[in-house]
């Protein structure tokens, strides 16, 4: 995890109440979309105060990114951001088919522009400045809400990947995945069927803008299939020529 600005993560504030806190049975994983640093340092102090685990990213075209790719339990999106606004966040995530609970999070805080946020896809929304505790009792809200209502377990086939454990298996057999294969297959899995190119691939889960010049996405992707089409299955990541990768059953 890390700060907008790459700093480590630290918290310094305390639970407020300890009830609060055993809400949650497990760590819930929250992406703070915030290009104000001070802000997000607020945001995810207190967020991690209460149980949680929080990412955080600066810029609205990486934050989609790592929405999509990832499975987080709730988001909080600023509504102006560089790369993309708040707004079209939120609307691609909603057309993509991703139901994460979204809190805005906006300076602007007249009728209509509340409207238009939730209208966007948003599930609550704040103005700024805010009650730390305030915004942390809203995000404990819609965690309720979401409570059993997402896929927790994505399918593939004999492929199965369980997002709250964070097991592979192929048919009886455990895959052992680093984090990063994890994302990546979890990735793959969230888009199954599609043709995923180079840069969709590398900006979704490494979060940065891709660069032609490397191998790295290919790399993995030799990696990840060594694990997941092993000797003895059939293989379930394909390479698309001249476009990207696929992960579909052999048809």
């Not at 009830?19 to 994983?29: I, P, Q, S």
């Not at 209460?50 to 987080?72: M, P, T, W």
């Not at 088919?97 to 805080?109: E, R």
Request: aromatic share 6%.
């Amino acid at each position: 995890m890390a700060w907008c600005d790459g700093s480590p993560v630290t918290p310094f504030r305390s639970c407020s109440t300890v009830a609060r806190c055993a809400k949650l049975r497990r760590m819930a994983r929250i992406l703070t979309i915030e290009d104000d640093v001070v802000t997000a340092r607020e945001i995810a102090a207190e967020l991690q105060a209460a149980g949680n685990q929080v990412e955080c990213v600066g810029d609205g075209s990486v934050g989609l990114a790592r929405a999509l790719a990832g499975s987080y339990d709730a988001i909080t999106l600023d509504r102006m951001l560089p790369g993309m606004d708040g707004l079209e966040v939120v609307s691609e995530l909603r057309r993509a088919g991703v139901d994460t609970p979204v809190l805005m999070i906006s300076a602007l805080s007249d009728v209509d522009a509340r409207v238009r946020g939730l209208r966007a896809g948003g599930d609550d929304y704040l103005t700024k400045p805010f009650a730390p505790e305030e915004m942390a009792a809203r995000i404990e809200v819609l965690l309720r809400r979401g409570v059993g209502t997402r896929e927790t377990v994505l399918r593939a086939g004999d492929l199965e990947l369980d997002l709250i454990a964070r097991t592979a298996h192929r048919g009886d057999a455990e895959l052992e995945l680093l984090p990063l294969e994890f994302r990546l297959l979890e990735y793959l899995m969230r888009h199954a069927g599609r043709v995923l190119t180079r840069t969709m691939i590398f900006e979704a889960v490494w979060g940065y803008r891709f660069d032609p010049g490397t191998n790295v996405i290919d790399v993995h992707i030799g990696r990840l299939r060594r694990k997941v089409d092993a000797s003895g299955f059939a293989p379930l990541i394909h390479t698309v020529r001249g476009s990207g990768y696929r992960l579909a059953e052999a048809e």
